[in-house]
Each structure stands twice: as structure tokens, then as C-alpha cells.
């Protein structure tokens, strides 16, 4: 088994407490402490002027009350500032009124500062849980007085991007307890560089230890999809993404932010909300993106959600509900009538519908999480009807008529639709812990175990996903390769999770784990076979991204996989009250 010890440098204290036999979901409250924020100047920022910073502060769930925002205060040199403090948004529940709106789950943060220089961080603390706050800013800042319009870089003037005049970055270690994204994870190494590596580097090394292969392939496809690979790679082979819909298939946007949080380096921060607000303002009033505006494949406000609580600007709050609207005809309810179903549209409707309710607390947003959870505990069930008895368990099964990739009345499942809608499945149960949710993540893995093939391909002969499967577990495809190594890492992340949640609620399946061992395997050496360090000499990318799509798929849903094989086995170390 992989373990990764690196990151614990990112960490101020590690509390000691007795070993359980599976870390509990939710990272465990922090009702005093402290936290480091480090502001950093964008080039409309003068020396010595005062500037308004605006950001948000995550807590993990009953850490602290709206009414406890009072003793929230802002210390620059360990003196109090003064600052502007409201709940962006309560940590909500579905069904626990105990819960429900108790708790603060991003508060907004805003201070005037003036930078003596503009290239370097300026650090303030925040701390909860002490003295009441004693100065205080008196009204919000809005956007026109704290956003302005980007000229270089990524966007130029003529694509009429709009970011924060001051960006503000917390320590990965305090980003990475899950008040944001699906779950915990792991953050980076604390001497993991926020630079490109040097391709010819790491194509020398065949494997890393633990997850690290990830955490650089993760970085370094940052660097690439938004052409900032090398300068000698030609237009013709640099990504899109400013008039092509496909790079943005995943949430392009939403990857960015989850590598922010897992590393807290700024470039990914500053491009994911870049790439957000690119979005936002290319949303119609129908949920639709502009660049292709007849699919809502590409209709997606987990990247709008993390834009709104990491800089407070609510002028994303629209386009979240506008996306989730997107969904509404999409049918989440399977029958063997239906004639289009898959995974993936499901799961996007959930994601998309249970983010805009951790967001706004629309209770018809809450009635449709809770409406497609119970069909898709149905469906896995076997229910309405139809699906053959002898199937392999734990797989949402439908026919190739209504999923487009196998032949006719056929019932099968797709191995990488499935990690994109545990995922969501994940999402939901932030807001709700349910067991069927815990239970359907769990079921998944026997059907994921199944569908993984050994056999020859360009990585060598190793161990890969299907890309679907008969219910029974048999092959559509029927020429070579029938496996598909491109999806091993989204996949060996939703066995991950699989396992975790059959530790968490059993029962386990002994299997899971030695398989997301032998799995990772495949996708670390596969890491290499996309490496080409002469590639910019013919102007090509050196850590190339083919397709532009796959560096969402690969990474997005994965980020929690590390945490899943430590928690699932009691390792995870705990996180303390300083994160400085």
C-alpha cells in the first residue's frame, strides 16, 4: 500500500488521539484558533496605497456561529485591523434542523491594506474564539471598487475577464479539511515547488512514491491547458479554451481550484477564478455556456461556487442557480423507457443541484438532491425493473440504447460515468449523511473491481478499467485494447472511495484496497508516456494534455484519493487550531 508522509510539514500541530478504525468524513471543528492569510498584489496595486482585499475563510462544520463572526478579528504584526466580517454561506443540512444554518461554513473577510511592495505577500493572521473585534470596517466593498479588468496573461483586455485587484491565499493544510470540496484531502508536499518541473526531469523517474506522480501530473497540466507549457509550443498545438467548448467539459475552472487547495500556491487560484469569471459571463439566463450553448454537459457551478466563497463577490450567484436551472429536464430517474440515461448526466444534475443548495438553501434545489438520491438508490436496487437478476452489484445498469457506447437492448455500466457520479454522490453527502449515500459509494466498488482487465497497452501490460461493461460483467468491446488506461486515476479514486465508505459503514471489501494499489500503478507509469521533453523544440507541448477534457477527468474527481486510502485505514493525522 502507497502511503504519503510528505505532506505533514504542511502542518503547524498534529493533535494525538486513540486509533479508530476509519477517520470520521467530516474534519472535526475548530471553535478558536488561528489562521495565516497571505495577501497578494495584482500590477493596478500602487506602493503604499490603500487597497481593499476581499476573501473568503473557510471552517470545517460547527467551528464557529454567526453570532461568534463578533470575535473573528483581522491582526497585521499582531495588531488588530480593522475588517468587515459577514457568513457568506451557513454549512446547511437536508434533513438535521440541529445542524441546518448552525454553523459557518465560509465567512467573508474584508480589510484595507497598503503594500510597501507590491512583489512580495503581505501576511495578516485571522483569529476566532478570543477577544470580541474592536474595529471594523463599516460597509461591504463591491466589486467596482475591488475587481478589475485583466490585460495580460491567460486573458487580455478584449476577452473582458474581471479579477480581484488583491488575491489572498490560506495554507493548503487549512483548504484541504473539505469545508469546500467534496471531502478532505491530502495537501501537497511542503517542499513541493509551485514552478513547472522540468519535463526531462521527471520523465526519468518511472514512478514516485505515494501519490506524489499525481500531484505533479496535476500542476504541471495546469501549466499546459492554459499554454504556459513552454514558450516555443505553437498556436496550432496550444489549448482552445477561449473559443472551444471541449476544454472546458469537467469544469476546467473547478480542477484549478482544487489543485489551489490541496497545494495553496496563487497561480492555480488566480487562473481558476480567471477561468471562472470567463464562465460566469458566458452563461445565459438559461444555464447555458456560450460556447455551446445546446448541451448542458457544459452547464457547471462547482468552479462559480468556489470563485463566490474564495474572493465574496456575489456576482456569481446568478450563473450557480442559472446551471443548476440547466439540469431541471434532465431525468434523473432511470426506466427502460427512458431513451437517453447515463451517469453522467445524472451526476452532473446532482452535483449541480446540490451545490446550488449549499449555496443558496433553495429547498426545492434540497427536494431534487433528495429526489435523485432515492431513485438512484432504487436503480442500484434493480428497480423499476428490467435489469437482469444475475448482474454484478454495485453499477447503475441501462441499456446501450439509451447510453450510446455498446449495442441495442444490452444492459451495461460505464466504469468512468461512474466515478464522475460518486462523486457527486459524495457531494450530496456533505449536506446529508445519509447511509443510502454512504451505502450506494460503498456497493460501487465490487462493480468497479470487476470491470478492471489486465492485458497489453501503451503503458505496458497493466491492470485498467473497462470503458463499460455487460452487467454480468462480460465484454462489449470485442478488438484490443478493451481496457482503457486513460481513466485509471478517476477510477482508482472512486475505488478509493468505495473502500473508505465500506469502513466507514460495512461491510468492507477486502479486495478494494490492494486494488487501488495495483491501479494507481498504472496510472503512475502511464504519467510518463505523456511526458516528451523534446516536444517544444517541435513546438509541441512537453507534459502534454490529449484531450484538452482529460485533465479534468483525471484530476478533478481525484483529489481525495489519498486521504480515502488513509482514512479508510486510520492513518490520517488530525489537524490542529494553528495554521500559520
Known sequence: ??????WLGALALILVRPVVAVEAFFAAPVPAGSVAVDLHATEVVTVNTPVVASFGVPFSRGSITTAQLANLRVLDNGVEIPAYVQSLTPWRHRSDAGIDGQSVRVALVQVEVAFANTSQAKRLVVEWGGPARSLNRPTRALRANTWHLVTSGSFIAADNVFEPNVYATLPAAWLSR????????????????????DPATNDAIATWPGFTEADHALKNGLYTVVNEDDPLVTVANQCPYKTAFEPWLYDRAATMFTLHFRSGFLKPLREAVR????????VNGSGFFSLNASDNKYSFNESLAYAYWMTGDDTFLPAITNTATAH?????AWSAALGFWTERMVAFKLMAHAIDYEVTGNTTRRDSVNA?????????????????ANRIDGGWYHTGNQHGDWDGAAYGASTWMTALLTDALRRAYVTDENPAIADMIRRSGPFLRTALRTEPGDYGTVLAPRYVIEHDGTDFAVEAPIHDAEHALDVVAAIAWADYFGALVGPRDAQLAPTVDALYDTYDLGVNFWIRPAGPASGLPAFRVNPWRKWGWEHRTSDGLAWAVMAAAAESPLFANGFE
Open 1 to 6: 500500500m502507497r502511503w504519503h508522509w510528505a
Open 178 to 197: 473539505g469545508a469546500l470540496r467534496t471531502s478532505q484531502v491530502v495537501p501537497f508536499a511542503a517542499d513541493h515547488p509551485a514552478t513547472r518541473d
Open 275 to 282: 477561468h471562472a469569471e470567463f464562465y460566469r459571463a458566458r
Open 328 to 332: 431541471n429536464g434532465s431525468p434523473h
Open 372 to 388: 435523485i438520491v432515492t431513485a438512484l438508490a432504487a436503480h442500484q436496487n434493480g428497480m423499476p425493473g428490467g435489469i437482469p
